[in-house]
């Protein structure tokens, strides 16, 4: 189901300084989160296999590229690739979109996200320093692997491979808007409000997005459902994190509410009636409980598309 939510939102309320910009109302409840990972990737083309391959199979000599892994089954390396996309998850499901490279964090999530990205960079630091340190005997192992195609300046020291490794999180305010006034810029005060509230406009409308989201795969999951039978085993099973998604959700969503949109607050207090007192082995071993589940979540649905009448 595609919807388009109509919603109209308001940045700011009446407020007694006529003078105040909504982005000065903004810095009150929000500020951007950068999250920055990189890392070191282990792999190299090898321009001289590329070469034979293209030679032997009679293709020409751009029409493909062969890609040495350096590092082979290297868990330590595997580790940051896990940790720095998990990271990226988890930091993503706790902010709104805001503009390329950067997101908004509520003020009331600032902790919250801090600490959950404190420990992801410390688990990512740790995984960083055993690949570095196990790195000259790795590549022992890593010359049986590759056979002729090991050639050792394709690694390189120790040290440039560690600076490759970066986990960097920045948290800024919200740049005032009414500071083009103070430069004698006051003609882009306009503009520069308009770029700003179309942003918000779109963070607000992620979270309905968010919501629909898990609503529609709780309703799809628990519709086709079908627990085993003697003759049959389980068709279309789901996992603990059919409600522990929603749960979080709606822990997570007054917090990120940065305009106090009353519909983000009804819908989560709709799907905590949902889910309030549900638990995963029931909704697999009550059909009706399972059935009723459903029919809730699709009401709520509907509930959304009616936004836009």
Do not use: W
Not at 244 to 264: A, G, W
């Amino acid at each position: 189901m595609v919807t388009q939510y109509c919603v109209v939102i308001s940045i700011i309320s009446e407020s007694e300084d006529d003078n105040m910009s909504n982005t000065n109302i903004l810095e009150n409840v929000a500020m951007i989160v950068s999250l920055n990972i990189t890392r070191y990737g282990g792999e190299k083309i090898d321009k001289k296999a590329s070469e034979e391959i293209c030679e032997t199979n009679k293709a020409d000599y751009d029409s493909g590229k062969f890609i040495k892994k350096l590092f082979q089954d290297n868990k330590a390396l595997d580790a940051t690739r896990k940790i720095a996309s998990k990271a990226r998850h988890e930091s993503k499901k706790l902010t709104l979109p805001y503009k390329v490279g950067e997101d908004l964090l509520g003020i009331e999530m600032y902790e919250k996200h801090g600490n959950m990205m404190r420990e992801f960079h410390n688990d990512f630091m740790m995984a960083v320093d055993v690949f570095c340190d196990e790195i000259k005997k790795d590549k022992e192992r890593q010359k049986v692997n590759l056979g002729s195609l090991f050639n050792e300046d394709d690694y390189p020291d120790v040290d440039s491979i560690r600076s490759q490794f970066t986990f960097t999180v920045q948290y800024e305010t919200i740049s005032d808007c009414q500071n083009f006034d103070k430069l004698g810029l006051g003609k882009l005060i306009g503009d520069a409000m308009q770029i700003q509230n179309n942003r918000i406009d779109k963070a607000v409308m992620s979270m309905f997005k968010r919501i629909e989201k898990y609503l529609e795969n709780f309703a799809d999951k628990t519709e086709k459902y079908q627990p085993k039978t003697e003759g049959s085993r389980v068709k279309n099973e789901f996992r603990d994190t059919l409600i522990t998604n929603l749960r979080d959700l709606c822990t997570n969503l007054p917090m990120m509410n940065i305009t106090k949109n009353e519909k983000i607050t009804e819908l989560c207090e709709d799907i905590n009636h949902l889910i309030k007192g549900l638990d995963i082995g029931t909704l697999r071993d009550d059909d009706v409980v399972r059935n009723n589940a459903s029919k809730q979540a699709k009401d709520i649905l509907a509930k959304m598309d009616g936004y836009c009448g």
